[in-house]
């Protein structure tokens, strides 16, 4: 039983009312040194008034009313697209000081929640109910870490209809004990009716461990608890500047700390709009440009790139007129790129692979097979009427697909061979004798072709499937500013380590996919690569691609005939 203090035998009650006195007058005294010692607990005995001092490993051992996950997530909402980015690219910096320096625990970029929980509930369901992180790619583990007035995460405690039903003063006593060193704004409950609720707003005003808002349903706005992890994960990076500052300027010190500082600066501006420096007159100008042509541009700081397309340029005079007025609307610097210098097709010249031009021998990636239907009621559908989708740029129209020099699979009925078709997806209809041999699968899930709001895309986490490099993730980067033929095009930029690529020569015409409101959505299609911006810092290895749904769409408009892709 550990140390005893023992009173028995009492005589008079005079005598017995002293003893009781002095007995809970002790045990205030033990609990005060248990609320300023954590690792001792004070257990008043029922019988024979006697307490008991244990040990925090004998405190650990009684059974906890609730389990504890670490949450981490890869698709969830899009206010969080630009938490799950810094989180992780601030870590690989962070990972590769560690290896130099003793860097302090509490400026490691982490991501996810505590999830304090019983047995019961269904993790996957419960989190995509209340948070929106995707079932398919949200992942659970046991978490142990000691939770201390130095933790910084936010905790949720799992508290419904039957948590208060079942609850017990231990349980409530627990949930006061986890939170008493926490800061109450990291502190979150969650409840599955009004009543439960209720129930824990009375908990919160009684014992000030959250603030009230922090109390959500299903349908409360999560907004409170999205600050929270922006909140930790800003003080996480300021910890981790501050611990390079104090490092010897050497060459890694200097090296990490202007690439960790953008990242801080995305923070601390996430919830400013976004203002473009472009000015619409200069925009206009650039539109203006196209018969002279400039077929695109990308604004990068304050330098604006202007794509030119020498095929297209007749009026040297009128080009230069124009330039000169773009210059004089923006306020910065204007450089000039052919277009064939600056974006490198992923596309490899050699013989093999999963789809190439019979032509000149190029190889690209067979994005997703379909069926096409015709719009105009009363047509017939044509028998054979199964096509491929690659890139628009690998193989244009009356061109054969095949896999390899003798392996012809089909024929291209979509683009026509011109300078734009990189904006457009190639349709390559197969032969009725290759069709028993195509494999379709991978996913095993049909794709959403509805286009996703950019202001939802940004930093939204992607997947590909490509013929040269299987399966990549990365993160779609820039989506405004950055034009070809007056469409905007999007980059992305691999996710882990910083010398990985999301594509590379073979992979053109992969098809993009995210998961988004709990459905795979398929968002572009891979062009190739992008020739790195001088003096532009953070930009490494992009990928660029195209908008899968206005690429589909040029093709119906033009064709009468609809694309209905099959599962993936």
Same mark, same amino acid.
């Given at each position: 039983?550990?140390?005893?203090?023992?009173?028995?035998?009492?005589?008079?009650?005079?005598?017995?009312?002293?003893?009781?006195?002095?007995?809970?007058?002790?045990?205030?005294?033990?609990?005060?040194?248990?609320?300023?010692?954590?690792?001792?607990?004070?257990?008043?005995?029922?019988?024979?008034?006697?307490?008991?001092?244990?040990?925090?490993?004998?405190?650990?051992?009684?059974?906890?009313?609730?389990?504890?996950?670490?949450?981490?997530?890869?698709?969830?909402?899009?206010?969080?697209?630009?938490?799950?980015?810094?989180?992780?690219?601030?870590?690989?910096?962070?990972?590769?000081?560690?290896?130099?320096?003793?860097?302090?625990?509490?400026?490691?970029?982490?991501?996810?929640?505590?999830?304090?929980?019983?047995?019961?509930?269904?993790?996957?369901?419960?989190?995509?109910?209340?948070?929106?992180?995707?079932?398919?790619?949200?992942?659970?583990?046991?978490?142990?870490?000691?939770?201390?007035?130095?933790?910084?995460?936010?905790?949720?405690?799992?508290?419904?209809?039957?948590?208060?039903?079942?609850?017990?003063?231990?349980?409530?006593?627990?949930?006061?004990?986890?939170?008493?060193?926490?800061?109450?704004?990291?502190?979150?409950?969650?409840?599955?009716?009004?009543?439960?609720?209720?129930?824990?707003?009375?908990?919160?005003?009684?014992?000030?461990?959250?603030?009230?808002?922090?109390?959500?349903?299903?349908?409360?706005?999560?907004?409170?608890?999205?600050?929270?992890?922006?909140?930790?994960?800003?003080?996480?990076?300021?910890?981790?500047?501050?611990?390079?500052?104090?490092?010897?300027?050497?060459?890694?010190?200097?090296?990490?700390?202007?690439?960790?500082?953008?990242?801080?600066?995305?923070?601390?501006?996430?919830?400013?709009?976004?203002?473009?420096?472009?000015?619409?007159?200069?925009?206009?100008?650039?539109?203006?440009?196209?018969?002279?042509?400039?077929?695109?541009?990308?604004?990068?700081?304050?330098?604006?790139?202007?794509?030119?397309?020498?095929?297209?340029?007749?009026?040297?005079?009128?080009?230069?007129?124009?330039?000169?007025?773009?210059?004089?609307?923006?306020?910065?610097?204007?450089?000039?790129?052919?277009?064939?210098?600056?974006?490198?097709?992923?596309?490899?010249?050699?013989?093999?692979?999963?789809?190439?031009?019979?032509?000149?021998?190029?190889?690209?990636?067979?994005?997703?097979?379909?069926?096409?239907?015709?719009?105009?009621?009363?047509?017939?559908?044509?028998?054979?009427?199964?096509?491929?989708? &690659?890139?628009?740029? =690998?193989?244009?129209?009356? +061109?054969?697909?095949?896999?390899? /020099?003798? @392996? $012809? !699979?089909? #024929?291209? *009925?979509?683009?026509?061979?011109? &300078?734009?078709?990189? =904006?457009?997806?190639?349709? +390559?209809?197969?032969?009725?004798? /290759?069709? @028993? $041999? !195509?494999? #379709?699968? *991978?996913?095993?899930?049909?794709?959403?072709?509805?286009?996703?709001?950019?202001?939802?895309?940004?930093?939204?986490?992607?997947?590909?499937?490509?013929?040269? #490099?299987?399966?990549?993730?990365?993160?779609?980067?820039?989506?405004?500013?950055?034009?070809?033929?007056?469409?905007?095009?999007?980059?992305?930029?691999?996710?882990?380590?910083?010398?990985?690529?999301?594509?590379?020569?073979?992979?053109?015409?992969?098809?993009?996919?995210?998961?988004?409101?709990?459905?795979?959505?398929?968002?572009?299609?891979?062009?190739?690569?992008?020739?790195?911006?001088?003096?532009?810092?953070?930009?490494?290895?992009?990928?660029?691609?195209?908008?899968?749904?206005?690429?589909?769409?040029?093709?119906?408009?033009?064709?009468?005939?609809?694309?209905?892709?099959?599962?993936?």
């Amino acid at each position: 039983m550990g140390n005893m203090c023992r009173w028995d035998n009492y005589g008079d009650r005079g005598e017995e009312t002293s003893k009781v006195r002095e007995f809970h007058d002790t045990e205030k005294k033990l609990r005060r040194t248990m609320e300023r010692h954590e690792d001792i607990t004070v257990k008043p005995c029922q019988q024979n008034h006697t307490i008991s001092v244990s040990t925090k490993k004998e405190n650990m051992e009684r059974k906890s009313t609730f389990l504890r996950s670490l949450v981490d997530f890869e698709f969830g909402p899009p206010v969080l697209n630009l938490y799950q980015y810094v989180a992780e690219e601030t870590h690989l910096l962070w990972s590769e000081a560690r290896e130099l320096f003793l860097l302090s625990s509490s400026s490691e970029p982490k991501k996810g929640l505590f999830l304090f929980h019983d047995n019961e509930p269904d993790l996957r369901e419960l989190c995509w109910k209340h948070f929106e992180f995707d079932p398919h790619s949200t992942s659970f583990s046991a978490e142990e870490r000691h939770l201390d007035s130095h933790t910084e995460v936010v905790c949720v405690f799992v508290v419904g209809e039957l948590f208060w039903k079942n609850s017990q003063a231990d349980a409530l006593l627990e949930i006061e004990n986890q939170t008493r060193f926490l800061n109450k704004s990291h502190v979150f409950f969650i409840t599955d009716t009004d009543e439960a609720k209720d129930q824990a707003v009375k908990f919160t005003k009684k014992t000030k461990c959250c603030y009230l808002t922090h109390v959500f349903q299903v349908a409360s706005d999560k907004t409170p608890l999205y600050d929270a992890m922006y909140e930790i994960l800003q003080s996480q990076l300021d910890n981790f500047l501050s611990d390079l500052h104090s490092r010897a300027s050497t060459g890694l010190v200097r090296d990490l700390t202007p690439k960790l500082e953008p990242f801080l600066e995305k923070l601390r501006s996430r919830k400013k709009r976004h203002q473009s420096s472009l000015t619409k007159q200069c925009v206009s100008k650039i539109k203006s440009g196209k018969e002279l042509g400039i077929v695109g541009h990308r604004l990068c700081g304050n330098v604006l790139y202007l794509y030119e397309d020498d095929k297209m340029a007749i009026d040297a005079q009128k080009k230069a007129d124009l330039r000169k007025c773009i210059e004089e609307n923006f306020n910065g610097v204007v450089c000039y790129k052919s277009i064939s210098d600056v974006f490198s097709p992923h596309c490899a010249v050699r013989w093999g692979g999963p789809l190439g031009n019979g032509i000149t021998g190029k190889m690209g990636t067979l994005g997703i097979f379909g069926t096409l239907r015709d719009t105009i009621e009363g047509t017939s559908q044509s028998e054979n009427n199964i096509i491929a989708l &690659s890139s628009g740029h =690998l193989i244009h129209e009356n +061109v054969e697909a095949v896999l390899s /020099v003798s @392996d $012809r !699979i089909g #024929t291209c *009925i979509w683009p026509a061979n011109s &300078s734009d078709n990189i =904006l457009d997806v190639s349709v +390559v209809k197969l032969d009725q004798n /290759v069709i @028993d $041999r !195509i494999q #379709t699968v *991978i996913l095993n899930e049909r794709i959403t072709v509805g286009e996703i709001p950019i202001v939802d895309l940004r930093y939204q986490p992607v997947f590909k499937y490509g013929a040269a #490099t299987g399966r990549t993730v990365g993160r779609v980067g820039v989506v405004d500013d950055f034009r070809l033929f007056d469409e905007d095009v999007m980059t992305i930029l691999a996710r882990g380590q910083r010398t990985n690529k999301f594509s590379n020569n073979g992979d053109s015409g992969a098809i993009v996919l995210t998961r988004y409101g709990g459905k795979l959505h398929g968002v572009g299609v891979i062009y190739g690569g992008c020739l790195k911006v001088p003096n532009f810092q953070n930009i490494r290895e992009e990928t660029i691609a195209v908008f899968l749904r206005r690429a589909m769409d040029r093709f119906t408009n033009a064709t009468q005939k609809t694309i209905e892709l099959d599962r993936i």
